[in-house]
């Protein structure tokens, strides 16, 4: 029903930026809030930063001052910019979508992740 593909993620130095894509597809009536979320190998699932459909932001203690989230409802895209990035910004990072379907249904949905690896 529903899809979200990221894309952008790879292998950064430390102090490098990247940008990651993630686009909702499928029987959508409306997008609520989206976000970004990782994980390190170990470690639990995170939030990273979420945006609402006013672009009211939240994001993590760890990524504030380095990352911003941004969307583009007409194409039911959602955006993280990533500055200054460090090795423990390493992780899979996860799109989540809540999404509205056409029939009515809502539900939260998961991209399948994009590997994101500072190293020098």
């Known amino acids: 029903q529903v899809q979200l593909v990221e894309s952008g993620g790879g292998q950064v130095q430390p102090g490098g930026s990247l940008r990651l894509s993630c686009t909702a597809s499928?029987?959508?009536?409306?997008?609520?809030?989206m976000g970004w979320y990782r994980q390190a190998p170990g470690k639990q699932r995170e939030l990273v930063a979420t945006?609402?459909?006013?672009?009211?932001?939240n994001y993590a203690d760890s990524v504030t001052g380095r990352f911003t989230i941004s969307r583009d409802g007409a194409k039911n895209t959602v955006y993280l910019q990533m500055n200054s990035l460090k090795p423990e910004d390493s992780a899979i990072y996860y799109c989540?979508?809540?999404?509205?379907?056409?029939?009515?249904?809502?539900?939260?949905?998961w991209g399948q992740g994009t590997q994101v690896t500072v190293s020098s």
């Open positions: 989540d979508a809540r999404v509205v379907l056409v029939s009515g249904v809502v539900g939260n949905y």
């Open positions: 499928g029987t959508i009536l409306s997008i609520a809030t």
């Open positions: 945006i609402t459909t006013s672009s009211n932001t």
